[in-house]
């Protein structure tokens, strides 16, 4: 019989779902292995042909590991909040429940054609109260502790109230914004406000006044992800910069453990040199400049306190509290305008921008701690608020931003040689010297740097620091389409709710739209306050909520009791495979571990990092076809023809273009304009360009999967996927190759059939040539697999099957060993011919083939034979020979005959297994 992939396909999907082939359980006599897919955001577009490929890879590790005797834990879910579902809601009136609930049908039915070994079983939503219960529990976990930096742990924030009854905060070392130091008696006496007030301080889910990304028009606070060229990506919006009360998770208290635990995990060098800037560690000095004529005083943070002899100018980020502080009247307005205009750029936007120099003078001078100078204090944005103090000393000869500013505005510029010492010996100040500098004169820059230090805390300037650029997590969103907070304010102040209260569901509201009061869309919501009348929390978490610990999730999903029992926690222990995109190797992999090191404190998981290996997928980019028309007519011309005509480029829908052959009816039909084409063609077809782009509806470069499982079959799909190159490389999506991957699965099909496409298979027992192309299969395939290398993996099995092909193999015992070896990569068509094999039981219980060396040994070999040093033939020897027996064989060998020429050899030179050298 012919191979009929649809039938095929069909027949083995509906096989594992009735028989549930890919369920998994706890189960102590195996090992386990957990792989996990990044899961996907349902959109209404669905899944286009770059979607799948961490889900390919992902899906053939776990059936190898499934066939090496795994029990593999392979889950797969939804995160299934999000501002599109929101604005959808808001254009159409319809709930955002119900366009998630429909886009998580499409996605489902993509995935199940291309035939992934998930158990759904354990399908998470993001979306689901059963789900988002625990993350509403661990949010309430999180606002009852702190962070002890002694201990570098979370720690019941009860334990510190009890401090502070007994010895207030003097002797405290936690994460915290509190600066004032208090005594016991001072705390006693607070009113129960006041006392929850300086608590929020300390809470690792704390409220607080702080900068956003706000956009006006979806009355909602963005994600820097979100906001591209200040503009919302959602829409295209302006977004500024805005203070207001939020939410926020005190990420940054764990910035030391994230860095360093970075060092035990499988990660790329590159991933983790991305975290490692993203946290940003950096040793310095706290250093404090007395404003003039003031009660001021600046505080500044830099990593070269050697170099504060250069200091010829302040600078303040705009958001600054100090900003209306030393802002004189006179340039009162001409600094509102600044920040006005600094609101309009997100910070990433600001930290990118090199090329941009701007700012304003606030009228105020700083002095100089060693030498009394005064230094102007200025106010631009290339100076943050998160980070350090939001304050700078600027040396603008030793670094390139504050260069710019100073030579644009006519700012002093004094280098600073090694050491310390100036390039003049002098400091150049109106004073004409240099102040107690002579310190550092003679020094290489780490022992200045020392040196400086030492001299700042002894004349009580600063303090020696260690900073992080790792900021807190802001965790309010505006919006209606994201999890509840499980939060009541009580006399203005946050009160969490029981768990027996959780999960707190989203209520109904008439619209999805803020109030006209300003109120996000919770405000529309009736009696929206606690059985006692407290009000809830009107704000809504953000997308990376769910996400943060959903792989904990899988691992239980419909436990009641837990967000992971500890029984099922000490299984499957953490996650041995995450496979996902480049876009999520800074935010939600430090959210995720954030969280994970958080549960791991208080005792909730039995491991601190979440994942142990990651690999980032690349892009799968878009193959574009253009037809060329000729200018003002409705006239295309081929592309070979293109240049004797004055045309214009456009795009065309690849899904009617084949092999860049253009369907001229197909596009007639695509849109009315083209209705009434025509075309100037080359050997009468029309053929198109092509470039690679990123896929996208604009460009008409999507591919949908379903087209491609239709035409050719998933495991067609899923094999040319991993051929088109290196799983972590970016490449483009080129249909006109799938044909050679297709026609190798016919020829597979071919090796089980004869020449009548009659089934048959011999039970005869394989030759030694047949072992050998298996066991060489075998060897390079799970190298390959191991080292994620699938798109080499793909051709060796061509090779494979070309070899067996040209010598007719068709014994059982060889054939059968490929299938378990191919069944992860092409799982229908092996379980059907495991099927006709007589096997009664599914492939994916077989055994993955062990490799066997002695099949791979060789009997001959090829010795290249030389004459006075130079090679002039091979001849294939047995390796049984001796050297008498070999000097022998060459001796009488024709070939040796022409080149010995009649003469006694010298020397005959014999390495066994290497080479052959007659010195004649």
Wanted: hydrophobic fraction near 35%; aromatic fraction near 12%; glycine fraction near 6%.
């Amino acid at each position: 019989m012919e191979y009929n992939f649809k039938e095929i396909e069909k027949k083995w999907q509906k096989f594992w779902v009735d028989n549930k082939t890919y369920k998994v359980d706890v189960d102590t006599s195996r090992p386990k292995f957990y792989v996990l897919d990044m899961f996907p955001y349902p959109s209404g577009a669905g899944l286009h042909v770059g979607h799948p490929l961490g889900y390919i890879a992902s899906d053939i590790y776990s059936r190898y590991k499934r066939l090496k005797g795994f029990n593999v834990l392979h889950p797969m879910g939804y995160d299934a909040y999000g501002l599109p579902a929101e604005q959808y809601a808001i254009q159409t009136g319809q709930h955002p429940a119900i366009t998630t609930e429909v886009n998580i049908k499409r996605y489902r039915e993509q995935l199940d054609k291309i035939g992934f070994s998930y158990d759904w079983d354990r399908e998470v939503r993001t979306c689901d109260p059963e789900y988002y219960k625990w993350t509403q529990w661990a949010f309430v976990e999180m606002f009852k502790h702190y962070f002890n930096n002694k201990t570098q742990k979370a720690e019941a924030i009860s334990d510190l109230v009890e401090e502070f009854k007994i010895n207030g905060n003097a002797n405290v070392d936690a994460a915290t914004s509190q600066e004032d130091i208090f005594t016991a008696d001072e705390w006693n006496s607070l009113s129960e406000k006041e006392q929850d007030g300086i608590l929020l301080n300390y809470r690792l889910a704390y409220l607080a006044d702080t900068m956003v990304n706000w956009c006006p028009k979806l009355g909602t606070v963005l994600a820097n992800d979100e906001i591209k060229e200040g503009l919302s990506v959602r829409g295209g919006h302006p977004v500024e910069q805005k203070k207001m009360r939020q939410w926020s998770l005190r990420v940054s208290a764990y910035a030391k453990r994230l860095l360093e635990d970075m060092e035990k995990l499988e990660w790329t060098d590159s991933l983790k040199e991305i975290q490692r800037n993203w946290i940003g560690r950096s040793e310095g000095a706290e250093m404090d400049f007395q404003v003039k004529d003031s009660e001021v005083v600046m505080t500044i943070f830099t990593t070269r306190p050697d170099t504060i002899f250069g200091v010829s100018f302040m600078v303040l980020a705009p958001e600054s509290e100090l900003v209306d502080q030393l802002t004189t009247p006179e340039y009162k307005e001409k600094i509102a305008a600044y920040i006005a205009a600094t609101k309009k750029r997100t910070e990433r936007e600001r930290m990118a921008d090199v090329k941009t120099v701007s700012g304003e003078f606030t009228g105020s001078y700083a002095i100089h701690p060693f030498t009394g100078e005064a230094i102007p204090v200025w106010v631009s944005d290339y100076v943050l608020a998160g980070y350090g103090t939001g304050a700078i000393m600027a040396v603008p000869a030793h670094d390139s931003r504050d260069y710019a500013f100073a030579k644009h505005f006519d700012l002093p510029i004094v280098p600073v040689v090694s050491g310390g010492d100036l390039s003049d010996g002098s400091y150049d100040a109106k004073s004409g010297e240099m102040i107690n500098s002579d310190f550092m004169n003679g020094l290489d820059v780490k022992d200045a740097i020392v040196k400086v230090n030492n001299e700042i805390e002894e004349r009580g300037l600063g303090k020696c620091k260690v900073n992080f650029r790792l900021r807190d997590a802001i965790f309010s969103r505006q919006r209606y389409w994201g999890e509840p907070f499980p939060v009541y304010f009580k006399d203005g102040m946050p009160q969490m709710m029981d768990l027996d209260k959780l999960p707190l569901e989203l209520p109904e509201v008439d619209k999805y739209l803020p109030t006209e009061t300003g109120e996000p869309p919770l405000g529309r919501a009736e009696n929206w306050t606690t059985e006692d009348g407290y009000p809830i929390e009107l704000n809504t978490m953000p997308g990376f909520a769910g996400s943060s610990a959903y792989y904990l999730r899988y691992m239980d999903p419909r436990n009641q009791e837990a967000l992971v029992s500890e029984e099922v926690n000490e299984y499957w222990q953490d996650v041995d495979l995450y496979i996902g995109g480049t876009e999520h190797a800074t935010g939600h992999l430090i959210y995720s571990r954030f969280w994970n090191k958080f549960l791991f404190d208080i005792g909730k998981v039995c491991k601190d990092e979440p994942f142990r290996k990651l690999i980032n997928q690349g892009m799968i980019q878009g193959r574009s076809n253009f037809v060329y028309r000729i200018k003002n007519t409705n006239k295309y011309v081929s592309y070979g023809l293109r240049k004797d005509y004055d045309t214009t480029q456009i795009h065309v829908d690849v899904n009617i273009v084949k092999n860049d052959v253009l369907d001229i009816e197909a596009f007639k039909n695509w849109m009315p304009e083209y209705a009434d084409a025509e075309f100037v063609l080359e050997d009468g077809k029309y053929i198109c360009g092509w470039a690679v782009e990123k896929m996208s509806k604009s460009m008409f470069n999507v591919v949908n999967p379903d087209v491609i499982v239709e035409e050719y079959g998933a495991d067609t799909l899923r094999l040319y996927e991993m051929f088109l190159g290196p799983l972590e490389a970016s490449k483009p999506w080129d249909t006109n190759g799938i044909d050679g991957v297709h026609k190798f699965l016919k020829k597979l099909w071919r090796l089980f059939h004869n020449d009548q496409n009659e089934f048959c298979i011999s039970t005869d027992a394989p030759t030694k040539a047949e072992y050998k192309i298996l066991h060489k299969s075998i060897k390079k395939i799970q190298d390959d697999i191991e080292r994620f290398s699938f798109n080499t993996s793909v051709s060796a099995f061509m090779i494979c099957v070309n070899e067996l092909s040209s010598i007719k193999c068709n014994k059982k015992d060889i054939l059968e060993e490929l299938l378990a070896l191919l069944a992860p990569f092409a799982p229908h068509i092996t379980e059907e011919l495991w099927a006709l094999c007589g096997n009664e039981n599914s492939i994916t219980d077989a055994t993955f083939p062990v490799l066997n060396e002695s099949y791979l040994e060789e009997d001959v070999h090829s010795y290249p034979v030389s004459f006075n040093g130079k090679m002039r033939f091979k001849l294939e020897l047995s390796l049984s020979l001796s050297k008498d027996e070999i000097e022998q064989a060459v001796m009488t060998c024709e070939q040796a005959q022409k080149w010995i020429d009649g003469k006694t050899p010298k020397k005959v030179i014999i390495v066994p297994k290497k080479i052959i050298n007659i010195v004649v």
